[in-house]
Structure formats: structure tokens, C-alpha cells
């Protein structure tokens, strides 16, 4: 399995997340190392042709959990030469607590990743000397050849710009050890599982329109009872989670012999709905920017909690 390209490198999304919740809570730069397997995918194409295929050329490499110190040059120093001491600590400590809490399945070092905050997303001169460095380590995978760990994710901020919706950007690259150089891979975020199952149960493509009796708010008749008073207001309630200011009365008026000349009133109704849309939007961004402000100020108390006092 010397230097064979992977199809692609997967992650699952619980991980990707506590990957990326570690690095923003982190006072700086960090890195640290990734774990994970590597499987064979069977082909699928059929082909009359004789041609030999290599069964090695199909592979994924599956990141199943991280180790990250909270500290930049956690296992090398600042010119990327790593301390193999150091790294063979932190690789037995992390796949013992790996294997004593799942029995079921290995966890195989795959390689490393690197946060830096505002920089451009490419791969440094210091991440590619240390990439080197660990395609030259070997990790022995359980029924399988000996693997390299060339598996490289880089994590930055953007550049310019507020990080209301757009916090971080990540790429994956596997690092070839004959051509000596990164080869960029697109990354596949796994959810499927057993702890996923039920999210997928109550899925609905749609957004189903709630089903309203419009023809009690057509009756204009001036002794209305509370029950259908009452009826009305929840229709109206109902009808307000998606488009607010739109009335039952002309949502009636949309049925029945009156659906001649309501193109006016049936874009209004679109027209209301999108406000809704953009109402709902604006809340989202307003909460955004609360929490981007209480994590700037948790991180400002930690930083003065850590720093140490003079004497």
C-alpha cells in the first residue's frame, strides 16, 4: 500500500465538528494527528476488456478520531522535523484509549492536520517538510500492508470578511512519497451509521402547507360563534408561520369561484412568505454574531485566566 492514491478521504460529521469546535476554542495555531482506517472499495464496472486492474487503486481513507495537544509544534519543531520520540508517545497513548473504549473496530495513525487562522489555504513549506518526514514512518494496519501516514488536512480562516456564516476553510491532501508533493483530495462527510439512522426516519423533501379551513373565514355572517372565532385564530396562527401578515380571509378568497382575478393576491402571498423567509434569516444572523461575541469575550477571559501573574 506504498504510496497508492487514495479515491477520496472521509470523515464523519460528529468528528469534523469537534474537530473544528477544538480549533476555534483554541488560543492559536494548533495541529495534532489523525485516526482513522483504510478500506478497499470493489469495483463495480464491468468490462470485457483483459487489461490487469490494480486492486490496491480504489481506496478510502476513513477518519474516525484526533489527538490535538492545544499547541502549535506539538511533535516537531519549527522547522518540521519531527521528534519521533514525541510522536510515538502520543500515538500509543491516544490508540490505547482509542481500543479500550471500542473493542470492535482499530484505530490506525493516518496523518496529521494544521489550523492557522487568516492565512491562505495552501500547504506551507514547515507542513510539507513534516508531511515528508511521516511518509517516511510506517504504521502497521491490522490484515493490511504497511502504511504510510500521508493523510494532511489544513484548516484556516478567511482572510477579509466578518465570520458570521463563513468561520473556516479545510481541505484534505494525501502526500505522494515518489513524486514528493501534496495531492489534493476532495473530502466526503459520512453520516451514515447507526447513530444516524433515525435522523433519516422523519426526513420530508417538503415543506407541506398547513392544511386550513378557509372557508369559515369566507362567511361574513355577523353572529359568528367562539368556536369558529376560535378556529379562525388558530388558522391564522398557522398561517403566520409562513407567511406573516397574510390573512385567512384572503387566503379564501384564493378558492373557490374568486380564483379568477387573484394573481394579485397570490403574489402577495409569495411576497409575504419570502419576508418570512428573510425575517427568519435576519434572527439567524443577529444570533450569529451574539455568539461570535460571547466567544470572543470567553476567550479573552481564558487567555487573562492563563496568562500568568507578575510578581
Known amino acids: 500500500m506504498d504510496d497508492l492514491p487514495f479515491q477520496k478521504i472521509t470523515i464523519s460529521g460528529p468528528?469534523?465538528?469537534?474537530?473544528?469546535?477544538?480549533?476555534?476554542?483554541?488560543?492559536?495555531?494548533?495541529?495534532?494527528?489523525?485516526?482513522?482506517?483504510?478500506?478497499?472499495?470493489?469495483?463495480?464496472?464491468?468490462?470485457?476488456?483483459?487489461?490487469?486492474?490494480?486492486p490496491d487503486s480504489n481506496l478510502i481513507a476513513t477518519i474516525t478520531s484526533f489527538f490535538c495537544p492545544n499547541i502549535p509544534l506539538s511533535f516537531y519543531d519549527s522547522l518540521g522535523r519531527v521528534d519521533s520520540v514525541t510522536l510515538h508517545r502520543l500515538i500509543s497513548s491516544t490508540t490505547h484509549q482509542s481500543n479500550s473504549s471500542s473493542s470492535s473496530s482499530s484505530s490506525n495513525f493516518l496523518g496529521w492536520f494544521s489550523a492557522r487562522r487568516k492565512s491562505p489555504i495552501r500547504p506551507?513549506?514547515?507542513?510539507f517538510c513534516v508531511s515528508q518526514s511521516l511518509?517516511?514512518?510506517?504504521?502497521?494496519?491490522?490484515?493490511?500492508?504497511?502504511?504510510?501516514?500521508?493523510?494532511?488536512?489544513?484548516?484556516?480562516?478567511?482572510?477579509?470578511?466578518e465570520l458570521l456564516y463563513h468561520t473556516h476553510e479545510y481541505r484534505a491532501y494525501q502526500f505522494r512519497v515518489n513524486s514528493r508533493c501534496f495531492d489534493p483530495k476532495s473530502i466526503g462527510i459520512d453520516n451514515i451509521g447507526p447513530d444516524f439512522r433515525g435522523n433519516y426516519g422523519c426526513f420530508s423533501p417538503n415543506s407541506p402547507f398547513p392544511e386550513l379551513k378557509c372557508a369559515s373565514a369566507m362567511n361574513d355572517e355577523v353572529?359568528?360563534?367562539?368556536?369558529?372565532?376560535?378556529?379562525?385564530?388558530?388558522?391564522?396562527?398557522?398561517?403566520?408561520?409562513?407567511?406573516?401578515?397574510?390573512?385567512?380571509?384572503?387566503?379564501?378568497?384564493?378558492?373557490?369561484?374568486?380564483?379568477?382575478?387573484?394573481?394579485?393576491?397570490?403574489?402577495?402571498?409569495?411576497?409575504k412568505m419570502l419576508g418570512k423567509l428573510d425575517s427568519l434569516a435576519r434572527q439567524v444572523e443577529k444570533s450569529n454574531a451574539k455568539v461570535l461575541d460571547m466567544e470572543n469575550h470567553n476567550r479573552k477571559l481564558r487567555y487573562k485566566i492563563a496568562r500568568p501573574v507578575p510578581e
Open 135 to 161: 511518509s517516511r514512518l510506517k504504521t502497521a494496519a491490522k490484515g493490511e500492508k504497511d502504511l504510510n501516514p500521508c493523510v494532511f488536512l489544513l484548516f484556516t480562516t478567511p482572510v477579509q470578511g
Open 223 to 271: 353572529g359568528e360563534g367562539l368556536n369558529r372565532m376560535e378556529r379562525v385564530l388558530n388558522d391564522q396562527k398557522e398561517l403566520d408561520m409562513v407567511a406573516e401578515g397574510f390573512s385567512v380571509k384572503d387566503l379564501g378568497k384564493l378558492m373557490g369561484s374568486e380564483t379568477v382575478n387573484s394573481t394579485m393576491s397570490l403574489e402577495d402571498l409569495y411576497e
Open 124 to 127: 506551507s513549506m514547515r507542513e
Open 15 to 54: 468528528t469534523l465538528s469537534a474537530l473544528m469546535h477544538r480549533i476555534t476554542t483554541s488560543l492559536g495555531d494548533v495541529d495534532g494527528l489523525l485516526f482513522g482506517h483504510v478500506t478497499h472499495l470493489t469495483p463495480s464496472t464491468l468490462t470485457d476488456d483483459n487489461t490487469p486492474q490494480n
